[in-house]
Each structure stands twice: as structure tokens, then as C-alpha cells.
């Protein structure tokens, strides 16, 4: 069992640096198969693959302290990726850049 304290040690930083790149390949893995899902579904997928790779992003920028920050994305930059993702959704991920725009 890994046990941290609650403290963001390097131990903790080179855990969640392998965690997140963990996450990223689910996150990449699972944009595969959006495209196989009905037109209607492609819209909240493409939202939530974004939004939750800006998560993973604030906890980086947290210098990946979710113990005492919470690392979320603001409501600006969920506003900006909605477009993003509903043209992902239409046109599909092969003509556009993985990444939502920053805010």
C-alpha cells in the first residue's frame, strides 16, 4: 500500500505524473471509439474527454497537490470546449488538434 499523508512529496509527484499519463492513454484509447457511437452520443463524450483532460491539466498546473487544492476547470473554459467538442463530434477526430483551446 502506498501511503502519502496528505503530503505532496516527490514520491507523490512521480506517482500522479504516472497516474495522469495513465489516465491520458485511457483518454486517447477511448477517443477511438467515439466515433462508433450514435450521433446523439458523440457530443457529451467529446465534452467529457475534454474536460476531464483540462482536469488532469489543473492538477499538473496544482503542482499535483489535490490534497489541499481542487483542481477543477472554471466555467469559461468549459463554455470554450463545448464548440470544440461539438465539432469534434460532427467532423471527427482525424481533422482536428486533440485539445481543447485554452482560455
Request: a positive charge; glycine letters at 2%.
Amino acid at each position: 500500500m502506498i501511503y502519502f499523508a496528505g503530503k505532496v512529496t516527490d514520491k507523490w509527484r512521480t506517482f500522479m505524473k504516472k497516474q495522469i499519463n495513465r489516465a491520458r492513454m485511457f483518454f486517447d484509447e477511448a477517443e477511438k471509439g467515439v466515433t462508433e457511437l450514435s450521433s446523439a452520443s458523440r457530443w457529451p463524450v467529446w465534452a467529457s474527454l475534454l474536460l476531464y483532460r483540462q482536469i488532469l491539466d489543473e492538477i499538473e498546473a496544482n503542482d499535483y497537490n489535490n490534497f489541499t487544492r481542487r483542481a477543477y476547470v472554471n466555467k469559461t473554459k468549459k463554455l470554450l470546449a463545448l464548440p470544440f467538442a461539438y465539432t469534434r463530434s460532427i467532423i471527427g477526430p482525424s481533422r482536428m488538434p486533440s485539445s481543447a483551446p485554452k482560455a
